[in-house]
């Protein structure tokens, strides 16, 4: 602990008993020997707590590509021994790294060492930097950098492998994709789409993944494509409908059509545009709507004692005379039909001269 100039160092209390008899614990100063020099205590000195100025201390220059507080290991962007030989084989090298990189020996498994980069730059990696980092591809070596792979956001990120190295082909696409970036959809598969407006459903734009078809087996063709029932078109997920079927699932007849149940696709109303309330009709039977007194299951007839089929009122009553026609029929100008010696549209006037 540094305070002020002062350099505090903590030590074990020892008895001084048990110091050796080297003199009186001082410092900064030498000791005469017989022999010459200063004198040096072949034991450490151990004391609690000693103050010494840090003025007479400084840090060892190191040389020789060493480094450390005491030069004791190699400097930053070298590997070997700090300790051997100046100019020796294990003496401190530069890395065989790029960009300065650090380095470090590492024992091998086959009990080898093996002088491994780290914290490559540039998303790079390997023993050497030698290859792209996981979820990069490119060729270090050949001089072309490391891009982010390209997979569309539909491969998980946590995982190894994700893509090629070298090519940045995505190998592990997730949610129903495929293709080199996952951009596409599998087949029987239709890409995800979500609103750019909350607000406005109708403005789409395509999402994370595709999801599989949801097409109506009754209603979509089954030999369409080469995977039969379940294909749709992976942009808008539309399935391949059989005659008069519509929906994106090809659950439904289209307005105006009838009998999805069948499977054999859905057919025509043909509703009378005069004797039909509606173009749709009854999607299992058939049926139209029909204006009142019309009959049919197209509502292109009038009913028995009706006719004029109009868009207004329907079917007109004949009104026949219950005496003087033979039925209470008339035809489709509204002459009933009379029975002898009675005239009138309705039959309802005796000829001259009867009664």
């Known amino acids: 602990m540094v305070a002020g100039d002062q350099l505090l160092i903590h030590t074990p209390f020892v008895p001084s008993e048990s110091w050796s008899q080297c003199g009186p614990l ?16 072949t034991n450490p000195v151990k004391a609690p707590d000693i103050r010494l100025s840090s003025s007479q201390f400084r ?23 700090a300790f051997a030989a100046i100019n020796s084989s294990d003496a401190c090298k530069p890395c065989p790294c790029p960009s300065e990189a650090k380095c470090e020996q590492v024992h091998w498994p086959d009990r080898s060492i093996k002088v491994v980069c780290k914290d490559c730059p540039d998303n790079r ?47 592990k696409c997730l949610f129903g994709t495929s293709g080199k970036h996952c951009e596409q959809c599998l087949p029987g598969y239709r890409r995800n789409l979500k609103p750019t407006n909350i607000s406005d459903l ?22 369409y494509g080469s995977q039969g029932i379940g294909v749709c078109n992976p942009e ?31 057919q025509p109303c043909d509703c009378n545009s005069v004797g039909a309330v509606q173009e749709s009709c009854d999607d299992r039977t058939g049926q139209c709507e029909c204006r009142p007194n019309v009959i049919g299951r197209q509502c292109d007839q009038c009913r028995p ?12 009553s004949c ?5 003087g026609a033979e039925s209470s029929q008339c035809d489709k100008n509204g002459q009933c039909i009379c029975k002898p010696f009675a005239v009138g549209v309705n039959c309802e006037q005796c000829q001259v001269r009867f009664i």
């Open 59 to 81: 840090q060892c220059e190191c040389q020789d590509n060493t480094g450390g507080l005491f030069c004791d290991r190699c400097a930053d962007g070298y590997y070997g021994d």
């Open 202 to 223: 109708s403005d789409l734009i395509p999402a994370r993944g595709c999801s599989p078809c949801e097409c109506n087996p009754i209603g979509t063709l089954a030999n």
């Open 26 to 41: 001082v410092w900064n100063q030498d000791f005469p020997n017989p022999l010459g020099g200063p004198s040096v205590s």
């Open 125 to 171: 990696s390997g023993i050497r930097c030698e290859r792209c980092a996981e979820n990069f591809y490119g060729d270090p070596v050949k001089g072309i950098p490391c891009k982010p792979c390209d997979c569309s956001n539909n491969v998980d990120p946590r995982e190894f492998g994700n893509c090629d190295g070298k090519t940045g082909e995505c190998l």
């Open 236 to 266: 808008t997920g539309q399935c391949p409908c059989k005659p008069g079927v519509g929906g994106v699932n090809c659950d439904k007849c289209f307005d105006g059509f009838y009998g999805f149940h069948t499977g054999q696709g859905c």
């Open 305 to 316: 004692a009706y006719f004029n089929m109009t868009t207004s009122v329907g079917c007109q």
């Open 319 to 323: 009104n026949c005379h219950i005496y």
